[in-house]
């Protein structure tokens, strides 16, 4: 997999988690839901993401 799929991955399965620990567990799980939507927000502004720092660093392709 390339570093583009394992971000969708990564970010999908955070909220998915955050979504269902905020229905289960506590509503405060949802501050960490609106994080990654705004941390996915910047990096359409800014083409950087932290995730895909670490990525890189773990030695991850990327796609292009």
């Known amino acids: 997999m390339t570093i583009e799929r394992y971000l969708r991955a990564i970010a999908?399965?955070?909220?998915?988690?955050?979504?269902?620990l905020a229905h289960?567990?506590?509503q405060y799980w949802l501050f960490f839901t609106g994080f990654v939507g705004l941390n996915l927000l910047q990096s359409a502004f800014t083409n950087w993401c932290p995730m895909i720092t670490i990525?890189?660093?773990?030695?991850?392709?990327?796609?292009?």
């Not at 955070?14 to 269902?20: G, R």
């Not at 990525?55 to 292009?64: T, Y």
């Open 12 to 20: 999908g399965s955070f909220v998915l988690a955050s979504a269902l």
């Open 24 to 26: 289960y567990h506590s």
């Open 55 to 64: 990525l890189k660093k773990l030695g991850v392709k990327s796609q292009g």
